[in-house]
C-alpha cells in the first residue's frame, strides 16, 4: 500500500484520498518553538525532525518530505526504528522535532510522560493524507462504501465552512 501511485495504477489498484488530518509538532517544553501557540512548516526549515523507520510510517515521512520541500527546504532529519504506531507518541523528541497527526489519541498522554508540547501546523498542506486503495475490479461491489465516504467528506466539508 506504500508503493508509489503510478505503481498502484499497474497493479490495478484504485487509490483515492480518504482522509486529511492535521500535522503537529511536538517538541520539548523548554524547546524554542514550546511558547508558540501554532508553526508554519518555515518555522521548522532550520529544526532537525524525527524520522521514524518502520514499513507503517514510510508514506507519511514521505508526506512531510513533499511538504517541506513545497515550503522551499530540505528536511533535516534524526532516524530512529519504529516498533508500533504507539512508539510515534511514546518518543521523547530530545531536541528535534516530531511531526504527528493531530487527532492521534496518545498525544494527550505524551504531554505530561516526555514533558512535551503539542503546536498545530496551520499551513493548508500540513496534512498527512490517507487513502482508500482497492482493486478495481471490487469497485461496483465497494460502491456502497465509497458512496458512503463520499457523503461523509461532503458533510464534513460542509460543517468546515459553516464554522469558519
Known amino acids: ?49 524525527i524520522q521514524f523507520i518502520d514499513e507503517y510510517s514510510v508514506s507519511g515521512w514521505r508526506r512531510i518530505e513533499q511538504v517541506c520541500r513545497a515550503h522551499g527546504f530540505e528536511p533535516r532529519k534524526r532516524p530512529i526504528l519504529g516498533r508500533a504506531v504507539t512508539s510515534y507518541a511514546t518518543t521523547a523528541p530530545e531536541g528535534g522535532v516530531l511531526i504527528l497527526q493531530k487527532d492521534l489519541r496518545q498525544l494527550k498522554f505524551l504531554g505530561d510522560v516526555n514533558q512535551t508540547v503539542s503546536i498545530p501546523l496551520v499551513d493548508e498542506d500540513a496534512h498527512f493524507i490517507i487513502y482508500c486503495i482497492y482493486k478495481r475490479e471490487n469497485e461496483e461491489r465497494l460502491r456502497p462504501l465509497l458512496d458512503a465516504l463520499e457523503e461523509s467528506r461532503e458533510i464534513i466539508m460542509r460543517h468546515r465552512r459553516d464554522e469558519g
Open 1 to 49: 500500500a506504500f508503493l508509489e501511485e503510478h505503481a498502484l495504477a499497474e497493479r490495478g489498484l484504485v487509490f483515492q484520498p480518504l482522509v486529511q488530518t492535521q500535522f503537529v509538532a511536538v517538541v520539548d517544553r523548554d524547546h524554542p518553538l514550546a511558547e508558540r501557540a501554532e508553526l508554519h512548516m518555515e518555522d521548522l526549515a532550520d529544526e532537525t525532525l
